[in-house]
T-cell receptor
Framework: KNEVEQSPQNLTAQEGEFITINCSYSVGISALHWLQQHPGGGIVSLFMLSSGKKKHGRLIATINIQEKHSSLHITASHPRDSAVYICAVMSFGNEKLTFGTGTRLTIIP | NAGVTQTPKFRVLKTGQSMTLLCAQDMNHEYMYWYRQDPGMGLRLIHYSVGEGTTAKGEVPDGYNVSRLKKQNFLLGLESAAPSQTSVYFC????????FGSGTRLTVV
């Protein structure tokens, strides 16, 4: 079992829909990251979380430390949100990130 | 991806040639990482560094060497390139997570 599990693996939605991507992990963590990668593009760090909730524009990230779960929400989705979204965690005492397998999001106009 | 600069962005090498990829960050981060990304494989850690003068092996270190002579720079070297090293290489730096460079697309023919 991977230390970091993401769901769904693939998600297709209509423009304007509310999107939720989930990330569950099995170890104690010092931080969790949500990353975005457009096709053929670089990797952008969207959020770093250690507790609670963060919001940036139409993106919201939440984390529940007790349940070892995080969600990334996109409100009023747009075709430019089409990308792979990756959850990554840094566990206590570990200097390295562990990555989820990614969620491929496609927003249809 | 302000703060982490990778050079070059593209390179084609012949088998057996050598090259060095440069990663530079201006955020005074202690930790720096080199990853490779292959289709269907996600990000795999090659080498990392937790501070100036230190390096450590990641998941897939064979065929690569690294150096961290200055805190702001992390160099990835290929001494004798092989076609299996055709990949997209990402550098990241962090105090507790990830700011990624824009990637280097390397093709070994």
């Amino acid at each position: 079992k991977n230390e970091v599990e993401q769901s769904p693996q693939n998600l297709t939605a209509q423009e304007g829909e509310f999107i939720t991507i989930n990330c569950s992990y099995s170890v104690g963590i010092s931080a969790l990251h949500w990353l975005q990668q457009h096709p053929g593009g670089g990797i952008v760090s969207l959020f770093m979380l250690s507790s609670g909730k963060k919001k940036h524009g139409r993106l919201i990230a939440t984390i529940n430390i007790q349940e070892k779960h995080s969600s990334l929400h996109i409100t009023a989705s747009h075709p430019r949100d089409s990308a792979v979204y990756i959850c990554a965690v840094m566990s206590f005492g570990n200097e390295k990130l562990t990555f989820g397998t990614g969620t491929r999001l496609t927003i249809i106009p | 991806n302000a703060g982490v600069t990778q050079t070059p962005k593209f390179r084609v090498l012949k088998t057996g040639q050598s090259m060095t990829l440069l990663c530079a960050q201006d955020m005074n981060h202690e930790y720096m990482y080199w990853y490779r990304q292959d289709p269907g494989m996600g990000l795999r850690l090659i080498h990392y560094s937790v501070g100036e003068g230190t390096t450590a092996k990641g998941e897939v270190p064979d065929g690569y060497n690294v150096s961290r002579l200055k805190k702001q720079n992390f160099l990835l070297g290929l001494e004798s390139a092989a076609p299996s090293q055709t990949s997209v290489y990402f550098c990241a730096s962090t105090s507790q997570g990830g700011t990624f460079g824009s990637g280097t697309r390397l093709t070994v023919v």
